[in-house]
């Protein structure tokens, strides 16, 4: 089977723009082309997971710390869909508790980044001048510090816990924020249409609100769903080496350190919530692509 | 739509070496070129043949190549070369029947984009497709050279390339790939239309030219490169050996495009298909450019399928005529039969609202050239006689940076002398050769003590290429730039000295007008909100209020007042300018600057927001500076008009005395350039009748 | 100076300003904020210290001395190369990290290589690949490696391709054999988004206009390939180049953690545990200088594959042993379009094409796009003011 095909004389799917006006501008993604199949299982999954998080009890009736009387180490049955681990506890029901954490830290995580970040981008994009480039040099050093190392250092600040890694991810997150909304405002800055709302009269702060924001704002969103799953991946991480929650308390990347010993015997305890864990923040790239795909 | 900058000086240009007049080279080619057919020879001999043979005498090479030297054997054609020359008179280069594309929508069904298309191009003859934009022009040339888009596919008619020397017929319909590839570039030469981007940016200028001497020759690299180099001079660009070692940013508008076509004939290919060429250029550039396009379609017979959308340029070089429009071929024929006696009613309409067409050539059904001067000029004069001027501009100067005056970088052949002599007359001053508005001033970015003033109620075109200053002094009337010397009045406001508040009060006197309304307007806002805007922020009038303004405001540019709710991408590019033009009207601004504001629309469209701007000023009693590069256009719509070139103002004066009697050289070369159909036309009927 | 010699230090400098005030953010949140660390570790009862003793040891470690002194000597000692001592052993943090760091550099070296040769082999086949489900499905590729858990990837295939299916040793490997498993772990997410770059600079090149032009020159895909496109598409990757070290940094960290291996990435996690501050500042700083470095290449390297970016206004040296010997004012010559109004200064520094979620196409209106399509900043988060 040849997998490489490089004769085909395979034309540009864009053609050449005929340069006049008239219908010459981009094109505006339809809601068809956003709703592909693979957004739909994306955002299933992530409704899903949301009310995982909001309604644990609706999903399982297993109690996550406890495990009572149940055997330990069982495997995958109906009873226990992701069998108990090796205190007898349900896995599947303790990855389900575990989704409030998570998300709950993932959203705090990018609420942080998401508002200091932006509005750092945005005053800096539309300022610019001598307050831009103090404020991207702050953003700068945050950047030149490797993400984790980053995390890691707030962490040992603030102690350990899973609302100060959701904190320290947050932070970690500012600077892609504000190099997102910094480009974008200066971009919109830019545009005619800026010209033309200070040629009516605007004053800097009405044209921040009236036209910066609302055309920034998609990108902003976009990265910021991509974030969330950039963040749960970070927070399970630090939960991992152990500074996130502490047990019992069910969190997902706790849930895999503690399965790790038994991964030999007992594969059901890692693999299974790994795979959960990959197929949100899968699913959260899915829509934030489409998302960004959809602003541009 | 932009036109490049071009910087080079402009020299008056030597007839001799244009040769461009159709009379002078209608004889020529046949028989001047045809190197004596040694029919007699037993062994064939490889015959000098193709770019630069036809006319050795007419073209004077710059860097003293001999231009009857052997070209390499692979070049060769023993039998060729007298069959060619001499079939190429009777001889079909391309014929096409009956084509038709089509392509798959996102919703999976088929759409038509041409039917029925047919056409003829003769060896050493132009055959022009005109049509606006969607017409499905493009589409046509990307069918006959077999490049469509992935989702488009020819669905019926007949694509033949005809025969060349050893080259047997095709049927391009039925090509593979594999043997498309040795058609491409090698019987059919592509120019594409935006310079900026056709290169390879990565890439020498010299690199990308050889791009298609490495996919179809065994030339080593010496060998290539030498043969870019003549390439490189035969199209006019100086100093070959240096240009091909530099990269296409550091090119020109203009040489970038030559050194397209240079690529394009590098093969010496018996069709060229012209992708709207001249489209980014400036006028005087563009002159160049087709005056090389026709050099070298007569000096090799090559035929030349030339895309456009400028009626004028068309119908002022070409021989046949193809009128498409909604992907069918309104009317087609020899051009003099075409602009002299047009059938079809959109033929007539396109010929009509051509300004140039109409202004200079006065061809449209009997009716009058329609000029700003001809119809409200008598009124003006005595009005502007007796008011005071609305707009004062004194001593206007803000300069960014100031270039030293290279020699020309068009590589106009007539100037060669003055490269070397240039770089010894010294940096600064400009090319003495060349006799410039003030001819020993440098080129400068920005503009530089410019001085006008406009009558209330009239309109003011302010003229140059690209480069020539003109937004720049747009901008600073409209109070977005402050100048660094000289004086604006406009009214009883200084605009070279306004405070915050003064200039927010000042932006209530003037409102500018954008080139591109689809950037001009907030994609997010409807266009309701995006006129009330101003209203907004003078905060004038209750919300109520200001919906009603905003009706009236929409129906004054005769728009229907239900289209307030829809955004800007559900409207059409003439739309969207009216809506501008209303926002800026609805506030009651005494003077209005259009900057470009017609320049990227298409034809019709333009001639309708023209009339309706001629229309508002009548109305209203409203002052206008219009601002373009498009001489035709302003000639219809302003009363005086000032020229510029590179920062200087070159000439002002009331419009019908610059256009008919220019004096400053610039203005004369500018004229010059525009397009001029019927004068070519005539002169080929009369040399077809010698 | 000549312009070149401009940028190079003008670069240089904001790297070093950078380094600095990373070193201060860092030294703030290790050292000061955290008071006491030495005291909250050897006052511990358990260890059973006397008071005096706990005070010598303090004053052994200069924790008496206030902040802004015992920042000065940090960093002055960095400076040197002295790192401090750790809280934890007492060892010497550099030897601690001159120690731990060959194996980490092994490691990390091995993993960015075969990170690129992963990402290169998707993009070629996500880009060319026949059949075209292959093809559709190999570009979904990158976005499942880039939300893998480094950490359970590990385990994962520490199982299946040790314990299962035996053809890796975990246990009691050679020291090639060490690398396999952990190099695999840490190149497939690091893959991902170079990938991603690549994939859509690839489909954006082959759209442009000079590749159209070319293919109506009788190229084939093939050759397209190789001598347009490769070139053009791998600019936009290079400004990644900084975020893929970041996450080598912290794919190191847990991979190392996972497969039980001695380099910075345990060090690191250890000196978290034991909240060992004085090794977490050296190895911040070590990380930082190492990210620094790569973008300062990055930066310089940009302009010696992208022509566009190199100093504007002037001949180029190869085009420049053309011109006449006469007149030194042709040599002044050179470029109108670089300073033609009509461009905007951004557009000189277009690089093909956007990267990642970061950065924004600006809206290419007709008439000043000479250059075409987008405009990015190629890396820092402000434009490159760049040459000239």
């Known amino acids: 089977m040849s997998t490489i095909d490089l004769t085909s004389a395979d034309a540009p799917v864009a053609q050449p723009a005929e340069g006049r006006s008239g219908r010459g501008r981009r094109g505006h993604s339809t809601a068809r082309d956003l709703l592909t199949p693979g957004t739909i299982i994306a955002a299933v999954i992530l409704g899903i997971t949301i009310l995982w998080a909001l309604l644990p009890g609706l999903f399982t009736g297993h109690d996550p710390v406890d495990g009572g009387d149940t055997a330990a180490l069982l495997a995958p049955s109906a009873e226990h869909w992701f069998g108990t681990d090796q205190i007898g506890r349900d896995v599947y029901s303790r990855v389900v508790h575990g989704a409030s954490r998570s998300l709950l830290a993932a959203l705090i995580a990018v609420g942080v980044g998401l508002i200091v970040g932006s509005a750092i981008g945005l005053i800096a994009g539309s300022r610019g001048g001598w307050l831009g480039e103090v404020l991207m040099r702050i953003v700068d050093v945050l950047l030149s510090i490797p993400a984790l190392l980053l995390s890691l250092t707030i962490v040992i600040v603030l102690g350990f816990g899973i609302v100060n890694v959701a904190i320290a991810v947050g932070i970690t997150a500012i600077a892609q924020f504000a190099r997102l909304s910094r480009s974008q405002a200066v971009t919109i800055m830019q545009a005619d249409y800026v010209q033309a709302a200070y040629g009516s009269g605007g004053s800097y702060w009405s044209v921040l609100i009236r036209h910066v924001v609302p055309n920034a704002i998609s990108a902003v969103l976009a990265l910021a769903v991509l974030q969330v799953g950039s963040a749960i991946l970070q927070i399970s991480t630090l939960g991992f080496l152990g500074y996130g929650a502490p047990a019992p308390t069910p969190e997902w990347g706790l849930i895999i350190a503690e399965g790790r010993n038994f991964v030999a015997t007992a594969w059901w305890l890692t693999v299974l919530p790994g795979l959960i864990v990959m197929a949100v923040v899968v699913s959260t790239h899915r829509l934030g692509t489409a998302l960004r795909k959809a602003a541009a | 739509m932009s036109s490049e900058k071009n910087t080079g000086a402009e020299a008056p240009v030597q007839s001799s070496a244009d040769g461009t007049t159709p ?19 037993s062994t064939p001999q490889p015959k000098p043949r193709g770019v630069g043979v036809g006319t050795p005498q007419k073209y004077r090479s710059r860097i003293g190549t001999d231009y009857s030297i052997d070209y390499p054997a692979v070049f060769a054609d023993p039998e060729g070369t007298a069959d060619g020359q001499g079939a190429s008179v009777a001889g079909t280069v391309l014929r096409v029947r009956d084509l038709a594309v089509s392509y798959t929508t996102r919703s999976g069904e088929p759409a038509a984009a041409i039917r029925d298309v047919d056409l003829d191009i ?36 007949e694509i033949r390339l005809g025969a060349h020397g050893e080259d047997p017929e095709l049927d391009l319909r039925s090509l593979t790939p594999a043997q498309w590839q040795r058609v491409r570039g090698a019987r059919i030469g592509y120019i594409p239309q935006d310079p900026g981007t056709s290169l390879n940016p990565l890439k020498t200028v010299g690199a990308n030219v050889a791009e298609s001497l490495r996919l179809h020759t065994s030339l080593t690299s010496a060998q290539r490169r030498e043969r870019v180099h003549q390439l490189l001079d035969r199209v006019g660009i100086d100093r070959p050996q240096m240009r091909a070692q530099q990269y296409p940013h550091e090119l020109s508008g203009g040489m970038r495009q030559r050194a397209l076509i240079a690529a394009a004939i590098s093969l010496d290919p018996q069709l060229l298909i012209a992708d709207e060429p001249t489209s980014a250029l400036d006028v005087t550039v563009q002159k160049r450019i087709l005056d090389l396009l026709d050099d070298l379609r007569r000096e090799a017979n090559t035929g030349i399928l030339f895309i456009t959308h400028d009626l004028a340029v068309a ?94 970088q068009d590589g106009e052949p007539g100037t060669t002398s003055g490269a070397g002599a240039v770089s010894e007359t010294g940096a600064a001053s400009g090319t003495v050769a060349s006799a410039e508005a003030g001819g020993t001033q440098s ?37 977005f730039s402050a100048p660094q010397s000289g004086t604006i009045r406009v009214g009883d406001f200084q605009a070279e000295s306004l405070t915050k508040r003064q200039l927010r009060e000042y932006r209530r006197t003037v409102q500018l007008v954008h080139q591109n309304p689809a950037s001009a307007l907030d994609p997010v806002h409807t266009v309701g909100a995006s006129i009330a805007e101003p209203l907004r922020n003078f905060r004038i009038g209750t919300k109520a209020e200001r919906m009603e303004l905003v009706a009236q405001a929409m129906e004054r540019v005769a728009l229907d007042p239900g289209l307030a709710s829809r955004r800007p991408r559900e409207l059409s590019g003439g739309q969207l300018q009216r809506i501008a033009i209303a926002r800026a009207l609805v506030i009651e601004p005494r003077l209005v600057v259009f900057d470009e504001a017609v320049s990227a629309l298409d034809v019709t469209v333009q001639a309708q927001i023209l009339e ?35 920062g200087h103002q070159v000439e002002t004066g009331l419009v019908e005395q610059v256009f008919a009697r220019p004096e400053n050289p610039y203005t004369q070369r500018l004229l010059a350039a525009i397009p001029r159909p019927l004068d070519t036309q005539v002169l080929d009927l009369q040399a077809l009748s010698i | 100076m000549s312009p070149t010699l401009r940028y190079v230090a003008s670069r240089l400098g904001q790297a070093v300003l ?201 190229a084939s895909e093939a050759w397209l390939l190789v001598n347009s496109v490769i070139r053009n598409a791998s600019l936009p990757a290079l400004t990644i180049a900084g975020l893929l070290f970041g996450e080598l940094v912290a794919g190191a960290v847990v991979t190392e953690t996972v497969f039980g291996r001695n380099g910075l990435g ?9 909240r060992d501050n004085p090794v977490l500042l050296a190895i911040v700083v070590i990380a930082t200088i190492g990210f620094v470095i790569v973008n300062l290449i990055v930066d310089l390297l940009y302009p010696l594959v992208d022509p566009r970016l190199r100093h504007r206004g002037r001949v180029g040296r190869a085009a420049r042993k053309h011109l006449e010997p006469a007149g030194a004012a042709s040599a002044a010559t050179g470029t109108s379009a670089g300073t033609s109004p009509a461009d905007s200064t951004q557009t000189a520094t277009a690089s093909a094409s956007a990267t990642t979620a970061t950065t924004a196409s600006a809206a290419s209106s007709g008439p000043s796009s000479a250059a075409g399509g987008t405009a990015s900043a190629p890396r820092t988060s402000s434009t490159n003011g760049d040459p000239a």
């Open chain 2, 23 to 41: 009379a002078t080279s209608a004889g020529a080619t046949p028989a001047a070129g045809a190197a004596p057919a040694s029919g007699a020879d």
């Open chain 2, 122 to 157: 003769r060896a050493g003859g132009i055959t022009a497709v005109v049509g606006e934009s969607g017409s499905g022009k493009s589409t046509t040339a990307g069918a006959v050279i077999g490049l469509l888009a992935s989702n488009a596919q020819v669905t019926s008619g």
């Open chain 2, 315 to 408: 119908a002022e070089r070409a021989d046949d005529l193809v009128v498409v429009r909604g992907g069918i071929v309104e009317e087609r024929g020899p051009a003099q039969l075409l602009l002299s006696r047009p059938e079809s009613a959109y033929t007539r309409r396109l010929l009509a609202d051509a300004p140039s067409m109409q202004a200079l050539t006065g061809l449209t059904d009997g009716a009058e050239a329609s000029t700003a001067a001809s119809t409200s000029a008598p009124a003006s004069d005595s009005e502007a006689a007796t008011q005071a001027p609305l707009v004062e501009v004194r001593g206007l100067t803000q300069v960014f940076a100031r270039v030293p005056r290279e020699e020309t």
């Open chain 2, 443 to 479: 080129a400068i970015i920005g503009i530089e003590d410019v001085t006008f003033s406009v009558p209330a109620g009239t309109t003011l075109g302010l003229v140059g290429e690209s480069g020539s200053g003109k937004s720049t002094i747009g901008r600073a009337l409209a109070g």
């Open chain 2, 612 to 646: 309706l701007i001629q229309r508002l000023q009548e109305e209203l009693g409203l002052t206008y500076v219009f601002i373009s590069h498009d001489l035709a256009v302003v000639r219809q719509i302003a009363h005086s008009v000032t020229v510029l070139s590179q």
């Open chain 3, 18 to 218: 950078v380094l600095f005030l990373a070193f201060t953010l860092a030294a703030v949140l290790l050292m000061i904020l955290p008071g006491d660390g030495v005291l909250a570790r050897f006052a511990n009862p358990a260890l059973g210290l006397s008071a005096d003793q706990v005070e010598a040891i303090r004053d052994s470690y200069g924790a008496d001395a206030p902040w802004y002194i015992q920042y000065w000597q940090s960093l002055v000692g960095f400076l040197q190369g002295d790192f401090g001592y750790s809280v934890n052993s007492g060892a010497a943090v550099s030897t601690l990290i001159t120690a731990a760091l060959p194996s980490t550099a092994v490691l990390a070296l091995c993993g960015f290589v075969a990170a690129i040769v992963l990402a290169v082999i998707v993009t070629v086949l996500a880009s060319y690949g026949r059949p075209a489900w292959l093809a559709a499905a190999v570009d979904s590729a990158p976005s499942l490696f880039v939300s893998v858990p480094v950490f359970w990837l590990g385990i994962v295939i520490i199982q299946v391709l040790s314990f299962q299916l035996g053809w890796v040793n975990v246990v009691d490997p050679g020291p090639i054999e060490a690398l396999i498993l952990p190099t695999l772990t840490l190149a497939i997410p690091l893959s991902a988004p170079l990938a991603q770059v690549l994939i859509r600079s690839v489909a954006e090149v082959r759209t442009q206009s000079f590749v159209h032009v070319t293919r109506a020159k009788g």
């Open chain 3, 266 to 274: 345990s060090l690191t996690a250890q000196a978290v545990a034991n």
